[in-house]
């Protein structure tokens, strides 16, 4: 179909693939590299110096992109249907809900990070199937030698799904990365419930509520129990696969939907913790369900389609948010500080600066080198000292890399005990 582009964003340790598949109008489809190149504007507000006026010539021809990534964690095994059937119905409906999204948000699908660990975990659903007398093997790891904290890699970049991530991310200056769990019942989508991390642009704050609150009002309204936000995570640490989005000006999210045993139906029983009526959660997940695959599909599907289509409605406001989150993250410099972070050249551990230097960079972030001796805010440091300046695009990821973070001992305990510092 001239909706639909495939194409290979790396390999993982293993050689196998990870793709993307891009589906939109025809029309945006063929001028994919033209969008790209405005996001790329837009993501970084120097190359049209900082100009609103330019920015206001180059949004209303920008196509918002809403990226969606399933099954980081291998035994989540919904999303990849979701996502093949939700990029299937993008391409052959023509109803109007789905023309709009079609023709206002260019879809990016990644239906399978942990690649290597989906074959593993499709084995050994397969050989409990073939042999339910005997004693499956366990999926020790998923990945090379990691399991569920392949998504706690955010920031280190230890891993090949986490480089591919980053690099197609910085390719390609999606609006909203989207990422797909199964935990807790039914659907919850994500906004935490703090403390929220300190670095983060505040409107990024606001957008991840206003884009949860629409979810869970469609869902509601059609009579779907137990969709609901804020009482599951925090917002704090930047690991997380999904600060691609975050930690570069975009809107990072995710859903937690009720997993279940692979592909079968059975009865289930939701914890007591979870049918508790309270505040985020009035329309609570019912005690106990017949529970299957197709309920996970059509959860996730149903949720990211409200979610898609509240973009495609409200295009204008998402790229004019992205803007201006990379335009304050350049004067953050000027207004909020800090000037810059310097890496003295002169450090006793030259292979460890160069490290950080290194990952620094990995994540988008501009770092330079002097080349002579230099006198700064009073005190001298010799060439080859690393400076990393705050007005650049990317100056809140590094300045929560190299910040001294601090939790206070009043907030509740974090999500995930995470020290970055």
Not at 150 to 174: C, I, K, T, V, W
């Amino acid at each position: 179909s001239p909706r639909v582009k495939v194409f290979s964003i790396g390999k993982t340790e293993e050689d196998r693939e990870m793709i993307a598949v891009a589906v939109s109008s025809e029309t945006n489809i063929a001028k994919l590299e033209e969008n790209r190149v405005r996001l790329n504007k837009l993501g970084d507000p120097r190359t049209i110096n900082l100009n609103d006026e330019e920015a206001e010539k180059i949004i209303p021809d920008t196509v918002p992109i809403y990226y969606i990534t399933g099954t980081i964690h291998s035994p989540e095994t919904g999303s990849p249907t979701a996502l093949m059937e939700l990029a299937y119905r993008l391409v052959v409906d023509d109803s109007a809900y789905i023309k709009a999204i079609r023709d206002n948000v260019i879809t990016l699908i990644t239906p399978v990070v942990e690649v290597d660990g989906r074959d593993r975990a499709v084995d050994i659903y397969n050989y409990r199937k073939a042999n339910p007398d005997k004693a499956a093997p366990n999926l020790v790891y998923w990945g090379k030698y990691v399991a569920h904290d392949n998504n706690r890699d955010g920031m280190g970049m230890a891993l090949a799904l986490s480089r591919n991530m980053m690099s197609a991310f910085l390719e390609y200056h999606p609006t909203v990365l989207h990422d797909l769990h199964e935990s807790v019942p039914f659907l919850y989508t994500s906004t935490g419930m703090g403390p929220y991390n300190a670095w983060l642009d505040p409107i990024v704050v606001n957008e991840w509520q206003k884009m949860a609150y629409v979810e869970i009002e469609e869902m509601t309204k059609r009579g779907v129990p137990g969709v609901w936000t804020h009482g599951f995570y925090d917002g704090w640490a930047p690991n997380y696969m999904f600060y691609v989005a975050n930690g570069h000006n975009s809107i990072g999210r995710f859903y937690e939907t009720f997993g279940g045993s692979g592909a079968d139906t059975r009865e289930r029983t939701v914890p007591p913790t979870q049918t508790t009526r309270t505040w985020f959660r009035p329309n609570p997940p019912l005690p106990r369900v017949k529970w299957s695959i197709r309920n996970n599909i059509n959860m996730q599907q149903s949720a990211i389609l409200f979610a898609m289509n509240y973009t495609a409605t409200n295009r204008k406001q998402f790229l004019e948010n992205f803007y201006l989150k990379s335009k304050r993250s350049i004067e953050k410099a000027a207004k909020e500080g800090p000037t810059a972070w310097i890496i003295p050249g002169d450090d006793p551990r030259p292979a460890e600066a160069a490290e950080v230097a290194n990952l620094m960079r990995m994540q988008g972030v501009e770092v330079h080198r002097l080349n002579q001796e230099s006198e700064i805010a009073k005190a001298k440091y010799p060439a080859g000292s690393y400076v990393i300046r705050m007005d650049q695009p990317y100056s809140r990821m590094a300045d929560m890399l190299l910040d001294t973070q601090f939790y206070s001992a009043n907030d509740t305990s974090p999500y995930d005990d995470t020290g970055w510092s």
